[in-house]
């Protein structure tokens, strides 16, 4: 049965809503894994989420199964693809090498402990059970909540 997301807080993992982000950084990935960790940790955009994420990955299913990824990282590495545009074995490198994606994914490596890795034939299966339109749905959400968010910076400041 798969979960929503567990992160396991161990000693040296950081918190994903504590994941420094290199906002010099002129990369593509940088903003797309912005817009993931405020999902984090908007209650009522994470919830709305995962309801999208829940219907379609789990759908009647939730009583059968392998534990397989959260959806959580589901979510992150599909987004991750899909925006990057890139294969799979691009993104498994990523996944097992990049810091910053890996601490968004709650698997952060430390000075005490190597971090969860990612066979690629593992990305393959649960990655391919979310779909563009899904995904796109889910980053209609997210530009919604980031219009939410600059609206109330503008009500603040007015």
């Known amino acids: 049965m798969r979960k929503y997301f567990q992160q396991q807080l161990e000693f040296g993992i950081t918190p994903i809503n504590e994941v420094k ?81 890996r601490g968004i994914l709650g698997i952060q490596r430390s000075d005490f402990r190597e971090g969860k890795k990612y066979n690629l034939q593992t990305l393959k299966d649960n990655i391919r059970l979310l779909d563009e339109e899904t995904i796109y749905e889910i980053v209609e959400l997210i530009v919604k909540g980031g219009h939410e968010l600059v609206k109330k910076k503008r009500e603040r400041f007015a």
């Open 21 to 101: 982000l290199d906002f010099k950084s002129r990369h593509s990935l940088v903003p797309i894994l912005r817009g993931l960790q405020y999902v984090f940790e908007t209650p009522s955009l994470n919830k709305e989420v995962f309801e999208i994420l829940d219907k379609k990955v789990i759908g009647d299913k939730k009583k059968t199964g392998r534990p397989g990824m959260d959806l959580w990282e589901i979510l992150v590495l599909g987004t991750v693809k899909l925006n990057l545009n890139i294969d799979y074995d691009a993104l498994h490198d990523l996944t097992n090498e990049h810091n910053s994606l």
